[in-house]
């Protein structure tokens, strides 16, 4: 059995309790099994004993959004993302070979990687997430009793969840975002048989009437709702359904990327503002919010200054990239926050992120990353007592 004491740390726990200070932090094999002030938690012997003096243990990032790609390249990205604290990752358009690579990750064959959420997308004809090639796992299918048969073959194929769209969106030319893809009871449908499979919804929605459509239909996550209304925040927060916004397609930082297509850039820009205006008040409302980028590796940390930037503290973004986004994965009763009996997903940071929350984007802070109790990036030695 393996051990590990983090000592001498600043823990922020994920669950949006104050830091504790002088704390340690105990992990036998893929779990935390104590974290609490030095004076009350004792290093176990044999234990590979950390000193964590001068540094922050916080929760791994969530990101809820990624396109990973296929074939060989989620490897590298998931590979990378580690790297740079981001612990779990949902691929949102997950190729076949999708569920075959997290059987691997999850059996330690294939190293050094995030965790692997596979989601499948189930499309409307023409719609925003139509059917483009074969490497994509998901299908078109347009009616209710259709969309059903789509959802039972993705869980078939071994979906961790549904990717569907409600509206439009910024990538292809000929689309608008103002388009409704799916109908309502086409959604319905959708939802009704994703949870009949025990599987969640993330639903692609930037503009009315999709955003209510979506709420209506129960979609557990809303991903970003760049447009979203004041009729929609208001049935988002009578809802409890998680808002995943997904700044970071909006930020300067992508739109001015210069190998985008002129038509996406400038759909991104002109979203910039009503995004990061409609943020603030769905925090100042109290809807949940997930951290999700719909970019790559270690684009997680941006987008929790962009939450910042939107009026929340850094400890609340904190709160929202690990316990918050783990809730709206419906994986909080195993990851998300630092206490005893979760899997051991941490990072261990050079500096304090509640005074400076950029500091997480710096890979030069990440001292140590640690998944399922394994450190496959640790620039501090641990020591065995």
């Not at 190729?95 to 499309?123: F, K, M, Q, S, T």
């Not at 929340?312 to 783990?326: D, K, N, Q, S, W």
Request: charged fraction near 25%; charge should be negative; hydrophobic fraction near 40%.
């Amino acid at each position: 059995m393996t051990a590990y004491a983090i000592t001498n740390a600043r823990i922020i726990d994920g669950t949006g309790a104050e830091p504790q200070t002088d704390a340690t932090l105990v992990v036998r094999d893929e779990q935390i099994e104590a974290v609490g002030p030095a004076s009350q938690i004792a290093v176990p012997n044999g234990a590979r004993e950390i000193d964590a003096s001068g540094m922050t243990v916080i929760p791994g990032i969530i990101d809820a959004h990624m396109h990973a790609g296929f074939g060989f390249a989620p490897i590298r990205k998931l590979q990378d993302s580690l790297a740079r604290g981001v612990t779990t990752v949902a691929n949102v358009n997950g190729g076949p070979e999708a569920p075959r690579l997290r059987e691997a990750i999850e059996a330690d064959l294939v190293r050094g990687c995030a965790r692997y959420l596979c989601g499948a997308v189930v499309g409307c004809t023409y719609g925003h997430l139509h059917r483009e090639d074969d490497n994509v796992a998901g299908v078109d299918a347009d009616g209710p009793w259709e969309v059903r048969r789509a959802v039972r073959q993705m869980v078939q194929a071994g979906a961790d969840f549904i990717k569907t769209a409600a509206s439009g969106g910024f990538q292809w030319a000929a689309e608008s975002l103002t388009w409704r893809n799916y109908t309502q009871e086409e959604l319905d449908a959708l939802v009704d048989e994703a949870h009949a499979w025990h599987r969640r919804v993330s639903v692609h929605a930037h503009t009315q009437p999709g955003i209510n459509n979506a709420i209506m239909a129960g979609c557990d996550m809303i991903h970003h709702a760049s447009y979203i209304d004041e009729e929609g925040l208001e049935r988002l927060a009578a809802s409890g359904l998680h808002l995943v916004p997904t700044l970071y397609i909006t930020s300067e930082r992508s739109y001015s990327r210069e190998w985008l297509p002129r038509h996406i850039a400038e759909r991104m820009e002109a979203a910039s503002a009503p995004h990061r205006r409609n943020v603030r008040l769905a925090h100042e409302m109290g809807i949940p919010i997930a951290v999700g980028t719909d970019g790559g590796a270690g684009d997680a940390m941006f987008e929790l200054q962009e939450l910042v930037a939107c009026g929340m503290t850094p400890m609340e973004a904190i709160v929202a990239g690990t316990r918050v986004t783990a809730e709206a994965l419906g994986l909080d009763d195993e990851i998300g926050t630092l206490v005893p009996g979760k899997r051991a997903d941490l990072v261990i940071v050079d500096g304090d992120p509640l005074a400076e929350i950029g500091i997480l984007e710096d890979p030069d802070a990440i001292a140590l990353v640690m998944r399922d109790g394994r450190t496959p990036l640790a620039s501090v030695e641990p020591t065995v007592r």
